[in-house]
């Protein structure tokens, strides 16, 4: 049996990680543990497990998130329409940005035909219609993710519509400014 102990480098403040390792009788050598969101290898050196953890956020998808988002406005910019699958990505991407920087359930936002999520602490709603609606179009969202369009501008032409005493997302946006 080994002890194992790991102080996770994101936070000194963490007690460590303290796992008991026991190679199954007639398996020596065992060389990987899965645990949570990594797994631990034996090092081949000190014959000792050491943690190699899963990246916290995928680089290579953030990366091609925010090219969607940089394809998304340059069509726009061009008077053209994005593909469709790349203005997804975009929506997408903003819509867990926006989720990120207001978590919660008391606001669903709703991006037709792409995606809806809720964010915003408060009460939440469990069936039916929510209280606290926002919705617009693709275009209008990334831009006001963006920064290229205000909310209350966006509000006053009828491109958001918001319902509810929660749904005013102006204090959030933009959420990047590329």
């Given at each position: 049996?080994?002890?194992?102990?790991?102080?996770?480098?994101?936070?000194?403040?963490?007690?460590?990680?303290?796992?008991?390792?026991?190679?199954?009788?007639?398996?020596?050598?065992?060389?990987?543990?899965?645990?949570?969101?990594?797994?631990?290898?034996?090092?081949?050196?000190?014959?000792?497990?050491?943690?190699?953890r899963?990246?916290?956020?995928?680089?290579?998808?953030?990366?091609?998130?925010?090219?969607?988002?940089?394809?998304?406005?340059?069509?726009?910019?061009?008077?053209?329409?994005?593909?469709?699958?790349?203005?997804?990505?975009?929506?997408?991407?903003?819509?867990?940005?926006?989720?990120?920087?207001?978590?919660?359930?008391?606001?669903?936002v709703?991006?037709?035909?792409?995606?809806?999520?809720?964010?915003?602490?408060?009460?939440?709603?469990?069936?039916?219609?929510?209280?606290?609606?926002?919705?617009?179009?693709?275009?209008?969202?990334?831009?006001?993710?963006?920064?290229r369009?205000?909310?209350?501008?966006?509000?006053?032409d009828?491109?958001?519509?918001?319902s509810g005493?929660?749904?005013?997302l102006?204090?959030?946006?933009?959420?990047?400014?590329?």
């Open positions: 049996m080994e002890a194992l102990e790991h102080h996770s480098p994101a936070s000194l403040a963490e007690p460590p990680l303290q796992l008991m390792v026991t190679e199954p009788a007639g398996v020596a050598g065992l060389q990987r543990l899965d645990v949570g969101h990594g797994h631990l290898e034996r090092s081949h050196s000190t014959g000792t497990f050491l943690p190699v899963a990246p916290a956020c995928n680089v290579v998808r953030v990366n091609a998130s925010m090219e969607a988002v940089s394809r998304t406005l340059s069509a726009y910019a061009a008077g053209e329409r994005p593909e469709r699958a790349v203005e997804k990505a975009a929506v997408k991407h903003l819509l867990g940005l926006l989720v990120q920087r207001a978590p919660g359930k008391s606001v669903e709703r991006i037709p035909p792409y995606a809806a999520v809720q964010c915003v602490e408060g009460t939440h709603h469990t069936r039916g219609t929510p209280p606290n609606v926002v919705e617009t179009g693709a275009r209008t969202f990334v831009e006001l993710a963006t920064g369009l205000a909310w209350a501008e966006a509000v006053a009828g491109r958001v519509r918001a005493t929660r749904a005013d102006g204090e959030l946006l933009p959420l990047i400014t590329p």
